[in-house]
């Protein structure tokens, strides 16, 4: 089992930047992607970013098109714990995010390739 645990979510005006961090603890050398999701109020929860996890994979990583160029994923495997550099924020960016694992191979896109899930951090642009 793995456990995930957010941070650093908070109240931002729009232009502004956050960072958030999820840390893993648990059997943390069975992932093989870490995932940022979110999920704004009365919508499904979409994906945000994805970075592999094994250390000789150089970290790929993957973003949707809505926050390309403004979002960066990145991870420390030293602290296992996994970034979401957040600039430019929009009120459109305004959602819960969610930490995910895969400890499987599959298109990381989708969250039911992910095997567990933080708590969720709320992440609030303002206008």
């Known amino acids: 089992q793995v456990q995930l645990v957010e941070s650093g979510g908070g109240l931002v005006q729009a232009g502004g930047s956050l960072r958030l961090s999820c840390t893993a603890s648990g059997r943390t050398n069975s992932l093989w992607a870490m995932g940022w999701f979110r999920q704004a109020p009365g919508e499904e929860r979409e994906f945000v970013a994805r970075?592999?996890?094994?250390?000789?994979?150089?970290?790929?990583?993957f973003y949707a098109d809505s926050v390309k160029g403004r979002f960066t994923v990145s991870r420390d495997n030293a602290k296992n714990t996994v970034y979401l550099q957040m600039i430019a924020l929009k009120p459109e960016d305004t959602a819960v995010y969610y930490c995910?694992?895969?400890?499987?191979?599959?298109?990381?896109?989708?969250?039911?390739?992910?095997?567990?899930w933080g708590q969720g951090t709320q992440v609030t642009v303002s206008s």
């Open positions: 970075i592999t996890w094994q250390a000789w994979t150089g970290g790929n990583t």
């Open positions: 995910a694992g895969a400890s499987r191979s599959g298109n990381y896109a989708f969250s039911e390739n992910y095997d567990y």
